[in-house]
């Protein structure tokens, strides 16, 4: 049986402040094509907006160093925050992107952000 990779649940936001924008840590998707986010908020009535972006130009050192900060385009996902605490989920669906990351746009409020990336092959 051969196996199929798969991108374990980790954290790329981890007790944010929303007080301003957030850009999650990059993920690199190269042979993982179904993602999803998990995001939970608390704090005081946070309004903002959650958003994906992609590169296919942007690229790491061995060490994890950023070698190249890349072209990152948003796709036509996007999901509201709103509330003093909250749960969000997006699904991704197929992406062939070589890198994601997430993108939290502030509005108002403040508050703490945690997002979880998971992911596997179609």
């Known amino acids: 049986m051969a196996s199929r990779p798969i991108l ?6 981890d007790n944010e402040s929303m007080g301003a924008d957030i850009t999650s840590d990059v ?9 999803s986010y998990d995001i939970s908020w608390t704090g005081s009535s946070p309004v903002g907006v959650c958003t994906v972006e992609v590169s296919d130009t942007y ?7 950023v070698r190249n900060a ?3 385009t948003a796709l036509p996902i996007s999901g509201a925050v709103s509330g003093n605490t909250g749960t969000g989920y997006m699904d991704i669906g197929v992406v062939s992107s070589y890198a994601i990351r997430l993108k939290y746009t502030r509005i108002s409020g403040t508050g703490t952000m945690n997002a ?3 992911g596997k092959v179609n």
Not at 8 to 13: E, K
Not at 27 to 35: F, G
């Open 8 to 13: 374990s649940p980790f954290s790329v936001v």
């Open 27 to 35: 993920t690199i998707v190269q042979n993982i094509s179904m993602i």
């Open 59 to 65: 690229t790491q050192n061995g060490d994890g160093t």
């Open 70 to 72: 890349g072209n990152w």
């Open 116 to 118: 979880t990336i998971t």
